[in-house]
């Protein structure tokens, strides 16, 4: 009985592990690397976060869970400090942190700010597929 809820244990772990690991990773924001998946003109998020806004903290996890569907499998994910990059934040023109801003095609499709709605940052993600 022990054994099968190892191997039960051991099979939830696997299954955890393959999906975190399928999951896009948000990489910190490079003008160049920016620059070339907007021109690629797939999928593309930029999100402005500071360490510091309760509204950033709360959009974190709810990008990480979209991101880590498959559906979201090809796009690429950015993250601009607003407080430490104020270059990248002017090169996306946002205003204030808690931006979520997606690109399709090579240019811009949608933008929100202060948004902690699940549903709503889904509809957002969804433009640029």
Same mark, same amino acid.
């Given at each position: 009985?022990?054994?099968?809820?190892?191997?039960?244990?051991?099979? *939830?772990?696997?299954?955890?592990?393959?999906a975190a690991a +399928?999951?896009?990773?948000?990489?910190?924001? %490079?003008? !160049?690397?920016?620059?070339?998946? /907007?021109? +690629?003109?797939?999928? /593309?998020? /930029?999100?402005?976060?500071?360490?510091?806004?309760? #509204?950033?903290?709360?959009?974190?996890? #709810?990008?990480?869970?979209? *991101?880590?569907?498959?559906?979201?499998?090809?796009?690429?994910?950015?993250?601009?400090?607003? !407080?430490?990059?104020?270059? %990248? /934040? @002017?090169?996306?023109?946002?205003?204030?942190?808690?931006?979520? #801003?997606v690109y399709k095609?090579? @240019?811009?499709?949608? @933008? %929100?700010?202060?948004?902690?709605q699940p549903e709503? #940052?889904?509809?957002?993600?969804?433009?640029?597929?």
């Open positions: 009985m022990l054994s099968r809820r190892v191997m039960l244990l051991g099979g *939830l772990c696997a299954v955890a592990w393959s +399928q999951a896009a990773p948000v990489a910190p924001f %490079s003008a !160049d690397a920016f620059d070339a998946a /907007v021109k +690629q003109g797939g999928p /593309v998020l /930029v999100h402005i976060h500071a360490a510091w806004c309760p #509204i950033c903290r709360a959009q974190k996890p #709810i990008l990480e869970k979209l *991101l880590a569907e498959p559906r979201f499998g090809a796009m690429r994910a950015f993250e601009i400090d607003f !407080d430490g990059d104020q270059p %990248s /934040v @002017r090169k996306v023109e946002a205003r204030v942190q808690s931006t979520l #801003i095609g090579g @240019r811009e499709v949608g @933008r %929100s700010v202060g948004e902690r709503w #940052i889904e509809d957002l993600l969804e433009k640029a597929l």
